[in-house]
């Protein structure tokens, strides 16, 4: 199976892939599968349960705002994000809602969103049940659904039968050229033809568009990165949801921008570009950090993100893509685009093995398995673009991912928060750190990432659940405890 950039990499809106991406994904299935099976004109009613993580936590993750903008047929990647609170007030008050935009029917919220802390369905922790009545009162579908982390979402049919969607579901597509499910297969393939990562990735996407789509798509993808950090570094205030975190980011820029202008006024070779103004120390650091700050914070507040490869650890790999862009080589304008290319191709070598062999959604292995994930991805992408070769890369992302084993899901209220806006700023940083480690030597090293990707799944499977996304553990508890 081919899993295309631009399905780990998805446009779409926060505050989780999982907890957000995921319902409003799985409500408009449910009710384009009534409409398939010629149920949709007899429904009047649809009532949402939220099992396991997601009834834990989906009050702070805006699950149900979710749910209802995905009732009413809108898409995460088209959505008018600052609208949504507007457009959920108006549901709520008028206790109506359009489903798909054809039909309007009654909706209350409290009755039919259902937060069933209980039961967690067997198939996975991130479950929900819809149900369709008609005049009668009756039960005329009934069907599950499980968000799998990164926004991916799986039928009950589909999930018995480990079937994942991808943007290479389509009965035209070519059968799958350079499949790999271990990162010594990927290895190998790469020998074999003489290959980066990234160019047998890109062979593989181009099986399924033109490779100048390819390309305009990564950079789209970027851009819609630099986009988020640009509006995040400019907006301030307190995040909603109760806890009264304040933004930081805006202040950090003002701070650094303010040192940069006094670096350039001080040479006049320097130009405008941060990365030639800030000295060789670990001042580059707090530009790093203010860049996975800036996006986690529009995470947070639900705006516009990249799930990268989820909304929870969305700010990792844009901040050291952005780190490569604004500071390494900053002259060498005319390569960065490929340089950008290059880097979400490779990344997304490294999530495809993590999301095929183990997890990469935190209510199933804790956090290791969202910022770990992202860590290892923007470590193996970072050592592509400096000119690491396959064994670098692949030492690159078992050190990214080997320093993460054990993380834990704990967010303070439910919200992506505590400590998850943090946790990507140390995140982006080790993985600029396993980079500079794996350049070092020439690739060998004694545990593989196929090893470590291993012990990911079965640490996580080892995991107390209360450790994974349910709010019932760690920093969530002590933080209400003091």
Not at 379 to 385: F, I, P, R, S
Request: hydrophobic letters at 40%.
């Amino acid at each position: 199976m081919t899993i295309s950039v631009f399905d780990l990499f998805k446009i779409g809106v926060g505050p989780s892939s999982s907890h957000t991406v995921g319902p409003m994904i799985a409500a408009r299935r449910f009710l384009l599968h009534l409409k398939k099976t010629d149920l949709f004109e007899q429904t009047v009613r649809v009532q949402v349960l939220l099992h396991g993580s997601l009834a834990h936590t989906g009050k702070g993750h805006a699950t149900s705002s979710a749910i209802l903008m995905g009732l009413q047929g809108e898409i995460p990647a088209e959505i008018d994000a600052p609208a949504i609170p507007n457009m959920v007030k108006a549901i709520i008050r008028s206790r109506e809602i359009q489903l798909l935009q054809e039909k309007c029917i009654e909706f209350v919220r409290k009755r039919d969103v259902i937060y069933d802390i209980n039961n967690t369905l067997p198939q996975h922790p991130n479950g929900l049940t819809f149900q369709a009545f008609d005049a009668d009162g009756m039960v005329i579908k009934h069907r599950q659904y499980f968000s799998i982390g990164g926004g991916f979402v799986l039928s009950e049919d589909e999930i018995a039968t480990d079937k994942l969607h991808t943007s290479s579901d389509n009965s035209d597509t070519p059968s799958e050229v350079f499949p790999f499910n271990s990162a010594n297969a990927l290895l190998t393939l790469c020998d074999e033809h003489q290959l980066s990562i990234a160019q047998l990735m890109l062979r593989k996407e181009n099986q399924l568009r033109p490779e100048s789509e390819t390309r305009q798509g990564i950079l789209k993808l970027w851009q819609t990165m630099a986009d988020c950090i640009e509006l995040g570094c400019t907006t301030q205030g307190k995040l909603p949801g109760g806890l009264q975190v304040e933004r930081r980011a805006h202040q950090l820029f003002s701070t650094l921008s303010a040192q940069n202008s006094a670096l350039q006024a001080s040479s006049s070779s320097l130009s405008s570009q941060p990365g030639q103004s800030i000295p060789h120390d670990l001042a580059v650091l707090d530009w790093i950090n203010l860049y996975a700050l800036a996006v986690n914070e529009q995470n947070a507040a639900g705006g516009r993100v990249v799930t990268a490869p989820t909304n929870g650890a969305a700010g990792v790999i844009p901040a050291v893509l952005a780190y490569y862009v604004y500071f390494v080589n900053p002259h060498q304008d005319c390569s960065k685009e490929q340089g950008i290319v290059e880097f979400l191709l490779t990344a997304t070598a490294i999530g495809t093995l993590f999301k095929q062999n183990a997890s990469i959604s935190a209510a199933e292995v804790g956090c290791q398995g969202e910022v770990g994930v992202a860590c290892s991805m923007a470590a193996a992408g970072l050592t592509a673009v400096l000119g690491g070769n396959n064994k670098q890369i692949e030492n690159a992302a078992e050190i990214g991912m080997e320093h993460n084993l054990g993380l834990t899901c704990d967010p303070i209220k439910g919200l992506v928060q505590i400590p998850c806006i943090e946790r990507n700023t140390m995140g982006a940083v080790q993985a600029i750190n396993a980079t500079r480690l794996a350049l070092i030597g020439d690739g060998s090293h004694k545990v593989s990432l196929d090893q470590v990707i291993e012990t990911m799944r079965l640490t996580g499977k080892d995991m107390q659940e209360k450790y994974k996304e349910t709010s019932q553990g760690g920093l969530a508890v002590s933080y209400v405890e003091c």
